[in-house]
């Protein structure tokens, strides 16, 4: 079972480049997230989609778009990449009945921002 | 906003011993999650708590929830060295505008269980 997969694990960027953080998701669920996680800080919603077509933002949206076309698929989109983007992000769904539900997330991308 | 706060942030405690990791939070919900995280991985769903008075457990953990305390705790029984790592409390947020909900994260506590 693939669950949630993330794609690349590994990328360093210089500043100003731009990249896709791929999120794909195997279980048929509607709620798919984004988190970065940086030490001390816990983890801090960056966007969130309730289902195809819809997108919200979280604590942390500055400097990165999203889209969801399909209800598989979640890509986080880096414009103009900043050394304050230099972290660890996870992809995380759920099958929402009420509530965010139980989260199963992707093994994480970490990003390094030169 | 809501707002998530873990106590403690750092727990070093030897094996056999018990202890009890509090998550607080600030504003109205009924639904609180446990997840935890061992170095340098991702994080897997430990507990689902959803409503007042919910009480699971897995083994030598177990977590509570008061929605009228606005306090989660996550109990350790007779620790061992496997549950060395990093545990978080996740609360689901008051709706927005659209009708979707956000999960605030608390910064999380590292536990370290020295033989």
């Known amino acids: 079972n693939a669950g949630v997969t993330q794609t690349p694990k590994f990328q360093v960027l210089k500043t100003g480049q731009s990249m896709t953080l791929q999120c794909a998701q195997d279980?048929?669920?509607?709620?798919m997230s984004w988190y970065r996680q940086d030490p001390g800080m816990g983890l801090r919603l960056i966007h969130y989609?309730?289902?195809?077509?819809?997108?919200d933002q979280g604590e942390v949206p500055n400097g990165y778009n999203v889209s969801r076309s399909t209800t598989e698929d979640f890509p986080l989109r880096l414009l103009s990449a900043a050394p304050s983007q230099t972290s660890v992000y996870f992809c995380?769904?759920?099958?929402?009945?009420?509530?965010?539900?139980?989260?199963?997330f992707g093994e994480g991308s970490r990003l390094t921002v030169l | 906003e809501l707002k998530v706060e873990q106590n403690p942030l750092f727990l070093s405690m030897q094996e056999g011993k018990n202890y009890t990791i509090y998550c607080n939070y600030s504003?109205?919900?009924?639904?609180l999650y446990w997840y935890r995280q061992d170095p340098g991985k991702s994080l897997e769903s430990l507990f689902v708590?959803?409503?007042?008075?919910a009480v699971k457990q897995e083994g030598r953990l177990m977590a509570s929830l008061d929605t009228k305390a606005r306090l989660s705790t996550l109990h350790i029984t007779a620790a061992v060295h496997d549950l060395s790592a990093t545990y978080f409390c996740?609360?689901?947020?008051?709706?927005?505008?659209?009708?979707?909900?956000?999960?605030?994260f608390g910064k999380g506590t590292k536990l370290t269980v020295n033989p």
């Open positions: 995380a769904s759920s099958f929402q009945i009420r509530g965010t539900g139980e989260l199963f």
């Open positions: 279980m048929n669920h509607e709620y």
């Open positions: 989609s309730v289902g195809a077509g819809i997108t």
């Open positions: 504003t109205t919900s009924d639904r």
């Open positions: 708590l959803l409503s007042n008075g």
């Open positions: 996740a609360v689901d947020g008051p709706r927005t505008q659209g009708g979707s909900e956000k999960l605030v």
